[in-house]
């Protein structure tokens, strides 16, 4: 059997099966960071993301840019439980006839954002390679009451989240800004039930949190806020790396957050029983998808769009 | 200006002098590992490891070996500051046509070293790419009185090591177990002054700990012990990734080690001080290298063994 038969998800599981762990772990694979045991009053948060040429950005994309991102997307798994990052440790693996000008500029673009959120870069790796690959690993720290996880999410929640959605391959995903501060508001001043960044596109994140959640939902689709870039409805459901958070929270809450109105949070959906699976209501008010589907019916949907690794 | 002209540390130099970390961190780049201020008597230790394929390994390699070794050169780095190795996550790049048996024995390797080692993988990344790519991210943690870095060696010092050194390339690079026990035993029973492990060959590595020490060393090439695989005492002293044990101890420290015999330890020369240099003495008891020689002075000896990657 091939990797592309069985899948980026598939091949997780087949992992995630085989992986034990002992009593310092609260949460190992499985969200946006492990969760480690850390003090009384703290969880330590750890994430890795690798990012190759060729796949998440191209050679002919500005280097600065791709520093930014291979930072970025680490710093948007620790936004999305709810922490602060702290740390990490570069590993870079650099084609031999890279001019050293243009390592220059990877690194301007890893160490600027690393001082803009205060994070200290504190080793790393370098290696030989044929294309340019970088893999950034970050601990964080969240304070027990303030972790978000997957999991959480209620029936009867709020689905909101930050930013617009679609076309992030057109140049957000090299362009985001990690929602650290977004992140940082919304667990300092509400009760988030779960939480998870947009990597792999709305419905299959949104995907992941029903799954853990064991909930369903729906998501009324004139509410998804789209981008200038996308090019409809269906690429900004699929859309991957968008790097925006995709949140539930109480009815209650959610009044609140929209009142605060210090950020522009937006109300996508509602969360409902795991058997009302996951449905779209569509511009005419209907109904676009099955009743009792379940995220993965949307799997064909969303093929051309995004990133797919496999 | 190209990477090889600057080389592996000339550009690491050059990232060193762009790095500000704050009082949280006890040691950042320039070490086997990371050094964070965790509690009032344990330091965690963070360390990545990227290798990849023709580079670190050759496409027909055992991919159970593979799995092995990138676990393994983390602990490595671990056991080299004497700490103990705790959470690691795992980012992959895999080939598209890879199959997933191959995926399995990759695993195999990884979960059954982590296992051996009750080291907890927490989380991963799994991306598409040309070569294969496995980085490790590892935390480990070590009381601060037995924390060992590579600057604390001392004129009059006793230099020591573990196992037996050359031709890790022919199958020991794939091969090694970690000297995570010998490194227990070592900094549980004795005051060791300095460690690092052997990755980039023993003369380098020595020159890393002269470095950081401000001192001079003068090795007995008869003292060195040489493996089966050596082509010869040259290349025994500039073979890479051999992943022992080097230290450093006083003369009283050295002679329990040695009456310790638990493991085998072998005295291989000592500490001078930094005018001295680094001088080796041949089997004829002469000088082989210059008086005021640097390890520099032996880049030229070892350009043709080890593991260069530019």
Redesign the interface.
Known sequence: ??????G?FG??K??QN?????R??FR??G?D??V?NL?KSCYQL???????E???FIKSDNLEAVGRKALGVSISDIAACGGIP??A??????P??????Q??LL?KGL?GLAKKY?I????????????L?I?V?M?GQVQKNKLCLRRGAKYGDIIMVTGSFGGSIKGKHLNFTPRLNESRFLVDNFKINSMIDVSDGLIQDLGHILEQSSAGAVLYESLIPLSKEAAGIEEALCSGEEFELLFTVSRDQASKIIKSSKYSFKVIGEIMPASFGLRLINQNNKYSAQKGGTWQSFKPRCQKAGFK??
């Open positions: 059997m091939r990797l592309k038969e069985i980026e091949l997780i087949r992992f085989k992986i034990k762990t002992d310092s772990v190992g694979s969200d960071c492990a480690l003090s750890f994430t890795c993301d690798m990012i190759i060729g796949v998440d702290r740390h440790v570069v590993s870079l693996g650099l031999k006839n890279m001019l050293v000008s390592v220059d690194a160490f205060k200290n870069i504190v080793g790393g790796d370098i290696s030989a390679s044929g294309k690959v893999d690993s601990l690794h496999f």
